[in-house]
Nanobody
Framework: QLQLVESGGGLVQPGGSLRLSCTVS????????IAWSRQAPGKEREGISC????????NYADSVKGRFIMSTDNAKNTVYLQMNSLKPEDTAIYYC???????????????WGQGTQVTVSS
């Protein structure tokens, strides 16, 4: 059974950092690209990043480019989203999912995970 579980969310002050994890099971990270998206209250889902399963190339939305970094640890079946210089507008539920071959932001292959809440507030 394919499964993705997000973790690492929490409350952080503006300017702070968090690292989110997406631990997968039922498949290996060299089989699929992986994407992150987020959804703030009352807003549509926003695709924010994707990492290519071959070579580790990444793609970021302008809203997070230069602040967020995706990485993978294949031995742990885990994908990370390092979030730096966080802003109140980054407050949202963050989700991961398998991504399509072109790593188009906001698209997924199958379902998004259950999500992890990130709140940026002083």
């Amino acid at each position: 059974q394919l499964q993705l579980v997000e973790s690492g969310g929490g409350l952080v002050q503006p300017g702070g950092s968090l690292r989110l994890s997406c631990t997968v099971s039922g498949f290996t990270l060299d089989s699929y690209n992986i994407a992150w998206s987020r959804q703030a209250p009352g807003k549509e889902r926003e695709g924010i990043s994707c990492i290519n399963r071959r070579g580790g190339g990444t793609n970021y939305a302008d809203s997070v480019k230069g602040r967020f970094i995706m990485s993978t640890d294949n031995a742990k079946n885990t994908v990370y989203l390092q979030m730096n210089s966080l802003k109140p507008e980054d407050t949202a539920i963050y989700y991961c999912a398998r991504a399509p071959p072109n790593c188009a932001l906001g698209w997924s292959v199958g379902s998004w995970g259950q999500g992890t809440q990130v709140t940026v507030s002083s």
